[in-house]
């Protein structure tokens, strides 16, 4: 009983932790995704100022605070642009698997072969017949 309780202690420190990181994220992640907001309304104003001529642009660097210095710095990549080619048709290649039947045409009522109860009538009708014409000579 003990250990069960002290299991779900532990669950419940460990949910707390991870609860506290996700938040310590988000608000990482939303103080820089403000941050980006505010540059691209500078660059806005700047442009706005200056004509849209970025010769005469001045770029001005906000001040770091307190917060982003705490903050690890992490390195941006530079993305690989990718490059399209140009198909005007496109192959399409056909799956391994069986091809799927419509679920309309296997719920379908079956129409009745009546040629499957025909033919062994008639062969019974010709035996009697074939029996009887011998029986009456």
Do not use: C, D, H
């Not at 903050?71 to 069986?98: C, D, L, M, S, Y």
């Amino acid at each position: 009983m003990q250990e069960e309780i002290a299991k779900a202690k532990q669950a419940m420190e460990r949910k707390k932790k991870l609860a506290e990181k996700a938040a310590a994220k988000a608000a990482i992640r939303a103080q820089k995704e403000a941050e980006k907001k505010e540059k691209k309304e500078q660059e806005k104003k700047a442009k706005k100022k200056t004509g849209g001529n970025k010769e005469t642009e001045t770029e001005e660097v906000p001040e770091a605070s307190e917060e982003e210095i705490e903050a690890p710095v992490q390195e941006e990549k530079p993305q690989k642009e990718k490059v399209f080619k140009e198909k005007p048709i496109r192959n399409r290649t056909r799956g391994r698997g069986p091809e799927t039947i419509p679920r309309a045409i296997l719920k379908r009522k079956k129409s009745t072969n009546y040629w499957v109860y025909a033919a062994p009538a008639a062969l019974v009708v010709l035996l009697l017949l074939v029996l009887g014409y011998y029986y009456v000579l």
